[in-house]
T-cell receptor, first 111, second 113 residues
Framework: GEDVEQSLFLSVREGDSSVINCTYT??????LYWYKQEPGAGLQLLTY?????DMKQDQRLTVLLNKKDKHLSLRIADTQTGDSAIYFC???????????FGQGTTLQVKP | EAGVAQSPRYKIIEKRQSVAFWCNPI?????LYWYQQILGQGPKLLIQ????????DSQLPKDRFSAERLKGVDSTLKIQPAKLEDSAVYLC???????????FGPGTRLLVL
C-alpha cells in the first residue's frame, strides 16, 4: 500500500533555516501537503504543491518536489521558536482520493 | 470564517464504556472525515462522508465504532465498548469536495483506562 516516510526529529538554532524531508511511494499522488501540529492542537494546513510543480514559495516557506525520486521537502527560512511543532507530510492519491500521512517530524528550535 | 468545531476536547473513560464525539464542519463543506491519531503517529482515516453518505469506511472497526452524518452537516463518532488501544486523538476534517484540501478541527483526546 501507499507509504509516506519522514525523519522523526530535527533540531535547529533560532534564525537558521530548517529543512524537513519526506519520501512517498504512491506515484499517483496529485496533491502533496504540509501540516503543522502544535501541542494539544489539531493540524494546521501550512502549504501544498501540485504534482506538476517543482517548487512553491510562500513567505518563509519553500516546498520542493522531486517527482522522479518521490521526495518532498519543506524549508523554513529564519526559523523562530514559534515554529517548534510536529510537521506532517501528506500525499493525496488521485486513485483512491485518500490522504496518507507520514509519522511526523518534531522540529525543536533552540533560542 | 469559522473552522471545524469538535467536542468534547478531552474525555477519560474506563474500558468497556461507551463514548461519543461530535464534529461540525466548515459551512458548505460537503465532505467530512474522521481520523484516529495514535501518539507518535500520523492521522489514519477511519471514515469519509460525502454529504450524508459513506464514501469509505474500510478502516473503521465496525464491531465497536460507528459514525453518522444524518443531515449532511454535523457528524458523530461513537465507540462502544471502548478498549485500551482506542486511546488516541480523534480528528475531524472537512473539505469542499472529495480530493479537495482538508481542514482539521482541534481534535478530541480520548484516554481509556
Amino acid at each position: 500500500g501507499e507509504d509516506v516516510e519522514q525523519s522523526l526529529f530535527l533540531s535547529v538554532r533560532e534564525g537558521d533555516s530548517s529543512v524537513i524531508n519526506c519520501t512517498y511511494t504512491d506515484s499517483s499522488s496529485t496533491y502533496l501537503y504540509w501540516y503543522k501540529q502544535e501541542p494539544g492542537a489539531g493540524l494546521q494546513l501550512l502549504t501544498y504543491i501540485f504534482s506538476n510543480m517543482d517548487m512553491k514559495q510562500d513567505q518563509r516557506l519553500t516546498v520542493l518536489l522531486n517527482k522522479k525520486d518521490k521526495h518532498l521537502s519543506l524549508r523554513i527560512a529564519d526559523t523562530q521558536t514559534g515554529d517548534s511543532a510536529i510537521y506532517f507530510c501528506a500525499c493525496g492519491s488521485s486513485n483512491t482520493g485518500k490522504l496518507i500521512f507520514g509519522q511526523g517530524t518534531t522540529l525543536q528550535v533552540k533560542p | 470564517e469559522a473552522g471545524v468545531a469538535q467536542s468534547p476536547r478531552y474525555k477519560i473513560i474506563e474500558k468497556r464504556q461507551s463514548v461519543a464525539f461530535w464534529c461540525n464542519p466548515i459551512s458548505g463543506h460537503a465532505t467530512l472525515y474522521w481520523y484516529q491519531q495514535i501518539l507518535g503517529q500520523g492521522p489514519k482515516l477511519l471514515i469519509q462522508f460525502q454529504n450524508n453518505g459513506v464514501v469509505d469506511d474500510s478502516q473503521l472497526p465496525k464491531d465497536r465504532f460507528s459514525a453518522e452524518r444524518l443531515k449532511g452537516v454535523d457528524s458523530t463518532l461513537k465507540i462502544q465498548p471502548a478498549k485500551l488501544e482506542d486511546s488516541a486523538v480523534y480528528l475531524c476534517a472537512s473539505s469542499l469536495g472529495d480530493r479537495e484540501t482538508q481542514y482539521f478541527g482541534p481534535g478530541t483526546r480520548l484516554l481509556v483506562l
